[in-house]
């Protein structure tokens, strides 16, 4: 036998010309950043790192599972192992209806579509809606994961500051205003109105009202994105903005992955007939359909087991979590920092002095084995640069101690550094006057905490990118 | 055909990078023939080094530990011949400030600057000094710390307001930080490649960030937000000088084997090296490769050279 042929002499040049020729212009927007490379250093294990929006789903039973997927090999291996419908198991959307029920909403599961995650809902929505150049109107700070998929179909994105009570609608309207002068109808306005990720604060009731109001004013969607409602630690129930609209500008997008399980993958959205139907187009195109056996499982633990109970424990859980960060925020943090009180969720979104980059802070914090996420990826408009979200459902209580205490410790070193080098003890910033609770009851009674204000204007030092 | 230990990834903040450059360097030691161990140094460096008894190592490490002299000083306790330059040039390499401090030495321009240890701040009062600083160097001035190697902490400050705010973020990095003159001009970058005929400067390669972005660092290191252009389009005789200033620099650092080093043309045809990379990356989209590409050096090709280097220096 003869030895093969030497493969051809690798061409650097020639790669790279071969397949940059061939990228979409979609690809030109999807950049590989320094800080992203930074943001992978916290995969390591010595590192606390409150940057992912991980779930604990260490505290599942194994029991529970364990009998489920034995129940389903026993009762339904062959339709678990087959495609499925595009729009979902009959079961699956039952057990949909039975948690929107669970936040008092009543859904027609024919309105429903089952997705391989929260995120494919984002995928599909903008596919949907989006041609390159058309405008979203997203709340500011937003869901980094969610501008990505807008920015992946070109989408021009407007951000609307938020404080306590959420995205201020007032300034929406304004927002809105302007661009009809300049001749732009945006798609539909993207809102995680209950514990917003990152922001960790909640829409109040007035302006939930007036946000449906707006949309059917102006004949505007809005895509609800409410992955974290039943996990409330505290206050009443939120009214869901799907709940005031009743399903006819507002998309509704739910996931199991915060109470159940992300690694199922399983996510829904409802909307409008006509809409659901190229929602429905656009998911043949994407995959088919959901895996059939997440969905089996799903429909086997949510019909077969007590998952309001295991909500419950996760809710205690988290509680105590998030309690315990804010009291390790309060201890370890300087003065000059604020934070958000979320009342649900899994983010506190905690703002710094301006003259502190929380992109170079966390390579200080990295090199104390501490993670937490640069503000900056929630914006595309540059702000952000002194913010940080901080996750709290994905460390225990002593992680969270220390590495609030650690990320304290860099942080009053440079507000020392900082002042040493004006001369000056910077000045302690303007409390902001409507200091209130974000987990304020929703007619504004407050608890009093250090809550403030959220987005920061970051100088003009930085080029603004994106929109 | 040897066998050839890969070491990539580390703790550094280039990591993602590094194992990006590991990888391809694997895969072409593999079309080489060669039998290849990646190594991901962490904690069971040694350990693994002594199990693998490689013949040789190929240093793909970017960043603190893989380009400051540590792993280098590791190999030779083992006894292990590496790729690249030696302990005292990477020492020297990393350090941006003793890089420039030789640089004026030899006389080789690179922009004039300040440097500072946090302590002179906080014990000896160097704030005080800032004014005459900013003063001496003009805004805008550049902030950055003396030894990352990628664009993280590097600040741009427009004005004396800004320059604390910089200090506080080039801190992050390093104990140590310098204030550079800014230059205005072309962001060039010359790859130096050893021979049997010695070192040898590589086509210039320049930089420009899509859109025009001024001040904006960071471009340079984000796929899609940089063109790449090689040969860079500049009059013969500032590409020669740049090669020049390149060879000069590699030399005079004591690199070995590859380098890179990153220039800037100003307005009036000036040139100032920037700083040296021991290990410049080895991904698809970095700069050596493209310009060993355009000298008729394809990257198989490239990584066997860089080999032999190796071999060449243990021999001596």
């Not at chain 2, 989209?285 to 355009?294: K, N, V």
Request: proline content about 6%.
């Amino acid at each position: 036998m003869s030895p093969p042929p030497n493969p051809p002499e690798r061409s650097t040049r020639r790669d790279l010309e071969r397949y940059a020729s061939l990228f979409s212009a979609r690809t030109r927007v999807m950049t590989s950043s320094a800080t992203r490379d930074l943001m992978a250093m916290s995969d390591r294990p010595e590192v606390i790192s409150f940057a992912g929006g991980l779930p604990d789903t260490s505290s599942f039973p194994s029991e529970t599972f364990a009998a489920m997927t034995a129940r389903i090999a026993e009762e339904s291996c062959a339709r678990a192992l087959q495609y499925g419908p595009t729009d979902g198991l009959a079961e699956t959307k039952r057990c949909i209806a039975d948690v929107m029920a669970a936040e008092d909403m009543t859904v027609d599961v024919d309105d429903v579509l089952v997705t391989t995650g929260g995120q494919q809902v984002l995928d599909l929505v903008t596919k949907t809606l989006i041609d390159p150049g058309d405008t979203i109107v997203a709340e500011g700070p937003s869901y980094p994961g969610a501008l990505n998929a807008f920015q992946a179909y070109q989408a021009n994105v407007v951000q609307i500051d938020m404080d306590s009570d959420g995205m201020r609608v007032d300034l929406l309207e304004e927002t809105l205003d302007r661009l009809d002068r300049d001749g732009v109808r945006p798609k539909f306005v993207y809102t995680v109105p209950s514990f917003q990720n990152p922001g960790g604060v909640t829409m109040s009731l007035p302006r939930r009202k007036r946000l449906v109001e707006v949309a059917r004013e102006r004949e505007l969607l809005v895509l609800e994105d409410n992955p974290y409602g039943l996990l409330r630690y505290e206050g009443d129930p939120a009214t869901t903005l799907y709940s005031l609209d009743g399903g006819v500008y507002v998309m509704y997008l739910g996931t199991f992955s915060k109470i159940f399980s992300p690694g199922l993958r399983l996510g829904w959205v409802v909307a409008p007939t006509p809409v659901l139907a190229r929602i429905n187009l656009g998911k043949q195109q994407a995959d088919l359909c959901t895996s059939t056996l997440s969905q089996i499982l799903v429909q086997a633990y949510f019909e077969g087991h007590d998952w309001r109970g295991y909500v419950g424990t996760l809710t205690e859980l988290y509680r105590r979590r998030r309690d315990t960060m804010l009291d390790a925020l309060a201890e370890h943090f300087p003065p000059q920092a604020e934070w958000t009180r979320p009342g649900g969720g899994l983010f506190i979104w905690a703002t710094l002095p301006d003259f502190i980059d929380t992109g170079d802070l966390l390579a200080r914090a990295l090199r104390e084995n501490v993670a937490f996420v640069p503000g900056e990826g929630a914006f595309l408009d540059g702000r952000g640069r002194s913010s940080m979200r901080l996750n709290f459902s994905g460390a225990n209580e002593d992680q969270i101690r220390e590495g609030i205490r650690r990320i304290g410790e860099v942080v009053k070193e440079q507000v020392a550094l900082y002042g040493t080098l004006t001369g000056e003890t910077p000045a302690q910033p303007p409390r902001h006057d409507a200091v209130a609770d974000a987990a304020a009851t929703e007619d504004g009674e407050a608890e009093g905490a250090r809550v403030v204000e959220l987005p920061r204007r970051s100088d003009d030092r930085r080029r603004a990118r994106g929109s | 055909m040897s066998k050839v230990a890969v070491l990539a990834g580390g703790s550094s903040f280039e990591r993602q990078v590094s194992l990006r450059s590991g990888a391809r360097v694997e895969d072409a030691l593999e079309r080489l023939g060669h039998d290849v161990v990646a190594i991901d140094a962490g904690t069971d460096l040694i350990r693994r080094l002594r199990e693998e008894r490689p013949d040789v190592a190929f240093v793909a490490m970017h960043g603190r530990d893989g380009e400051d002299g540590t792993v280098q000083e590791l190999l030779e306790i083992l006894g292990i011949p590496y790729t690249g330059s030696g302990v005292p040039a990477c020492v020297r390499a990393m350090d941006k400030v003793l890089t420039k401090h030789l640089l004026i030495e030899a006389g080789v321009p690179t922009p004039e600057f300040f440097a500072f240890n946090q302590t002179a701040f906080r014990e000896l009062g160097a704030a005080d000094a800032l004014p005459a600083i900013e003063e001496r160097l003009e805004f805008p001035i550049v902030v950055k710390p003396s030894s990352q190697g990628s664009a993280l902490g590097i600040k741009f400050a427009r004005t004396a307001a800004d320059v604390p705010a910089a200090l506080v973020s080039a801190f992050s990095y390093d104990a140590k930080v310098l204030l550079e003159r800014y230059v205005k001009g072309r962001d060039l970058a010359v790859s130096v490649l050893d021979g049997d005929q010695g070192p040898t400067a590589l086509p210039v390669v320049e930089a420009v960030p899509v859109g025009g972005g001024e001040f904006d660092f960071e471009a340079r290191y984000e796929i899609g937000r940089t063109d790449y252009i090689c040969p860079a389009e500049l009059p013969d005789s500032a590409g020669e000088r740049a090669q020049e200033l390149a060879l000069r620099t590699h030399e005079l650092l004591g690199c070995y084997g590859f380098g890179r080093i990153d220039l800037m043309l100003d307005e009036s045809g000036e040139l100032f090296v920037l700083e040296a990379n021991p290990i410049p990356g080895l991904t698809e989209t970095s700069l050596l490769p493209q310009a060993a590409d355009e000298a008729g050096i394809g990257f198989d090709n490239l990584v066997a050279r860089i080999l032999d280097s190796a071999f060449t220096r243990a021999a001596a």
